[in-house]
């Protein structure tokens, strides 16, 4: 089964232009969520899609960051303007949602993000 | 305020020894915890995963506890390899959407 796939995998931008990332989740999985680990940090969620619906986008800076889900499977996250705290790795995960209680979330690599 | 933290930030040990990462959490209504290794550049890759309604779970040489009353789970590594070495992060679930709230991460490196 192949697992989660996210491009590019590094990216260095200058602050204020703009980013996108891309992730494909694990087929057949539902649920796909956007998370931000800053250097040092634990993962934070960002934006979490059921389907190609947004369930959870509570911690997303809204004036910044878009996310959106194509067709409930493909998903792209996007900056702009980005600034220098943005840098970090975004992860991506996916997870089935079959509702079984030991359900847990695949993570793709992740995209490692410089802002200079 | 829902939060995870972990301790210690770092450690280090030699080959074959046992070892215990502590994790605690604020909120003790939780729906599962769970323990990810993540190595540099790479993913999170899931150990174990304890429902609310378990007290432990045991992979191989891992085992992990769940003290739900006390905010607590530690994760054991017995005669610990230097394979082993990674950061190890906790996170929990407080409902069914599954949104993971991590701590900060282990860092642990197993010198040969």
């Known amino acids: 089964e192949a697992g989660v796939a996210q491009s590019p995998r590094y990216k260095i931008i200058e602050k204020r232009q703009s980013v996108a990332f891309w992730c494909n989740p694990i087929?057949?999985?539902?649920?796909l969520y956007w998370y931000q680990q800053i250097l040092g940090q634990g993962p934070k969620l960002l934006i979490q899609?059921?389907?190609?619906?947004?369930?959870?986008d509570s911690q997303l800076p809204k004036d910044r960051f878009s996310a959106e889900r194509l067709k409930g499977v493909d998903s792209t996250l996007k900056i702009q303007p980005a600034k220098l705290e943005d840098s970090a790795v975004y992860l991506c995960?996916?997870?089935?949602?079959?509702?079984?209680?030991?359900?847990?979330?695949?993570f793709g690599p992740g995209t490692r993000l410089l802002v200079l | 305020k829902q939060e995870v933290t972990q301790i210690p930030a770092a450690l280090s040990v030699p080959e074959g020894e046992n070892l215990v990462l502590n994790c605690s959490f604020t909120?003790?209504?939780?729906?599962?915890l769970q323990w990810f290794r993540q190595d540099p550049g790479k993913g999170l890759t899931s150990l174990l995963l304890?429902?609310?309604?378990?007290r432990e779970q045991t992979s191989g040489r891992l085992n992990a506890s769940l003290d739900k009353s006390s905010g607590r789970s530690t994760l054991y590594i017995a005669a610990s390899q230097p394979g082993d070495s990674a950061t190890y992060l906790c996170?929990?679930?407080?409902?069914?959407?599954?949104?993971?709230?991590f701590g900060q991460g282990t860092e642990l490196s197993v010198k040969p």
């Open positions: 995960a996916s997870r089935h949602s079959s509702g079984r209680a030991e359900e847990t979330q695949y």
């Open positions: 087929s057949g999985h539902a649920t």
């Open positions: 899609f059921q389907n190609n619906g947004v369930v959870d």
């Open positions: 909120d003790s209504a939780i729906y599962n």
């Open positions: 304890i429902q609310s309604s378990q």
């Open positions: 996170a929990v679930v407080y409902n069914q959407g599954g949104k993971l709230i």
